[in-house]
């Protein structure tokens, strides 16, 4: 089974940097990615990043691009989001998910980790 835990949220001033983890265990990753998703009050959760275990690709929706960093360390199964010039509208529950390079869908969630971003 897999199990991803998020840690890291917290609250930052507008133009401040937080980074968030999620360390990943019940598998052998190197056939996954790793997603970050968002969720605001009122919203739907929406895609923010992803990392593919498998070559170390990344993606990134346009609203964080050049603002945040997804990255990987394979020894420690864990996936960061570096988070950078952070705006009010970044505040969100912050979720982290897993699926197989073959799945079209995330087929693994965290908990989450709250980031709220004050003026």
């Known amino acids: 089974q897999v199990h991803l835990v998020e840690s890291g949220g917290g609250l930052v001033q507008a133009g401040g940097s937080l980074r968030l983890s999620c360390a990943a265990s019940?598998?052998?990753?190197?056939?996954?990615?790793m997603g970050w998703f968002r969720q605001a009050p009122g919203k739907e959760r929406e895609f923010v990043a992803a990392?593919?275990?498998?070559?170390?690709?990344?993606s990134y929706s346009d609203s964080v691009k050049g603002r945040f960093t997804v990255s990987g360390d394979n020894a420690k199964n864990t996936v960061y989001l570096q988070m950078n010039s952070l705006k009010t509208e970044d505040t969100a529950v912050y979720y982290c998910?897993?699926?197989?390079?073959?799945?079209?869908?995330?087929?693994?969630w965290g908990q989450g980790t709250q980031v709220t971003v004050s003026s």
């Open positions: 998910a897993a699926k197989t390079i073959w799945s079209n869908r995330y087929e693994y």
């Open positions: 019940g598998r052998t990753f190197s056939t996954y990615v």
């Open positions: 990392f593919n275990w498998s070559g170390g690709s990344t």
